[in-house]
């Protein structure tokens, strides 16, 4: 549900946030080509920039406002992704990555975390939670989308 709205959030949010994300990293000098997803966060004053590409991960950091210590990049190769999970902060969504037993957290928009998790999980392979499976299915209901025979028939093919 969005936080004030009370309504579902879903994955047509969660990819014009990641739009959104694309155009801000673009106006910020950083080059998108070919990213398939963009997210965005602020840490310590930082703009930090995730980007999905077919075969890695980065992480963009502008550095601070008005300064450019703690800019950089930092790539990380999809074979070292062991595993993409998303989950409900209080105000954000929370984008957990592990990589090699470590796990990295990226804080941005609950629709755009569960949109690139969405997105990353799609390149590594892996077929999503099924409770996200689950919520996804229950947004589509929510919206009218499926139909509650439909939904009642996907549900229970999920379980």
């Known amino acids: 549900m969005g936080l004030f709205s009370g309504r579902a959030v879903g ?8 739009e959104r994300a694309r155009g801000k990293a ?7 080509r ?8 602020v840490d310590g004053g930082a703009s930090v920039y995730l980007l999905v590409f077919a075969d890695r ?10 300064l450019r210590t703690g800019a950089g990049r930092s790539t990380i190769p999809l074979e070292r992704v062991g595993g993409v999970s998303a ?14 037993g470590t796990t990295v957290e990226f804080t941005t928009h609950r629709a755009a975390a569960a949109y690139l998790r969405a997105v990353i ?11 996200d499976l689950l919520r996804n299915l229950e947004e589509l209901h ?10 009642q028939a996907k549900r229970a093919g999920l379980l």
């Open 142 to 151: 929510r919206a009218g989308v499926l139909s509650d025979e439909e939904y």
């Open 11 to 18: 994955v047509d949010e969660g990819r014009a946030r990641a």
């Open 34 to 41: 070919g990213a398939l997803a963009v997210g965005h966060m």
């Open 87 to 100: 989950r409900d902060g209080l105000l954000r969504g929370i984008l957990m990555i592990d990589v090699g």
């Open 121 to 131: 999980s799609e390149r590594l392979g892996k077929p999503a939670p099924p409770a």
């Open 57 to 66: 991960l980065e992480l963009v950091s502008t550095g601070q406002i008005g």
């Open 26 to 32: 673009a106006q910020a000098g950083i080059d998108v």
